[in-house]
């Protein structure tokens, strides 16, 4: 079967950074993103990762490694505003696309 | 209007109700889909169309009835709906359904309670 690994709660202070990851074992792989999803709002692209490596956006990186099944997600300088669910999602061989459950980051001050 | 947008955001229904979602995307995207989500479960693809057409309808119980008249509208029609079946639907729409990169937008959902 198909499968996405994700925490699923996460707790990080207001200014620190915060790794989030996500390992997944799918029937082939053709990308993978990251979405961010507010409570009670539509999930929001974050980034998109195909080649090995590390993909930087601001304060948010994702890094990718295929022959591990392995991505995280690298939040720095946290915000009041950063805390969310954090959503993995895998595109398989038959371009569709896997879903984590997701992992809410609680931000404290 | 911009984005996806999704009517009615809140539902409360009997069982023996009848009720559509609708969704409406305004980025001229070729493909529109339905979620499910629930708690702390991964997001349930429901339906795909594509051009209009179905192309993906992932063993959905027949009480959800999915139409989609252009590129620009989907609907999801809801008849003897059960508890289990109360849940956050999510409509989201992409450039295309088979390319290789496809991110895909959301609408903010509608919340369904299924009484």
């Known amino acids: 079967g198909q499968n996405i690994d994700q925490p699923t709660e996460m707790t990080a202070t207001e200014g620190a950074i915060v790794q989030i990851n996500c390992t997944y074992q799918?029937?082939?792989?053709?990308?993978l993103f990251w979405y961010q999803q507010h409570a009670g709002e539509a999930p929001t692209f974050l980034s998109y990762?195909?080649l090995d490596g590390l993909e930087e956006k601001g304060r948010f990186s994702s890094f990718l490694s295929r022959s591990k099944g392995y991505s995280y997600l690298l939040l720095k300088e946290l915000q009041m505003k950063d805390s969310a669910s954090y959503l993995c999602?895998?595109?398989?061989?038959?371009?569709?696309?896997?879903w984590g459950a997701g992992t809410k980051l609680i931000i404290k001050p | 209007e911009t984005g996806v947008t999704q009517t009615p955001r809140h539902l409360v229904m009997g069982m023996t109700n009848k009720k559509s979602l609708k969704c409406e995307q305004h980025?001229?995207?070729?493909?529109m889909y339905w979620y499910k989500q629930s708690a702390k479960k991964p997001l349930e693809l429901m339906f795909v169309?594509?051009?209009?057409?179905?192309?993906e309808n992932n063993s959905v119980p027949s009480r959800f009835s999915p139409e989609c008249p252009n590129s620009s509208h989907l609907f999801l029609h809801l008849h003897t709906l059960q508890p289990e079946d109360s849940a956050l639907y999510l409509c989201?729409?992409?450039?295309?359904?088979?390319?290789?990169?496809?991110?895909?937008?959301f609408g903010p959902g509608t919340r369904l309670t299924v009484t």
């Open positions: 999602a895998v595109i398989d061989s038959n371009y569709q696309l896997i």
């Open positions: 989201a729409s992409s450039q295309d359904w088979t390319s290789g990169v496809y991110e895909q937008y």
């Open positions: 169309y594509s051009l209009e057409e179905r192309v």
């Open positions: 980025l001229g995207h070729n493909a």
């Open positions: 990762n195909v």
């Open positions: 799918t029937s082939g792989f053709n990308g």
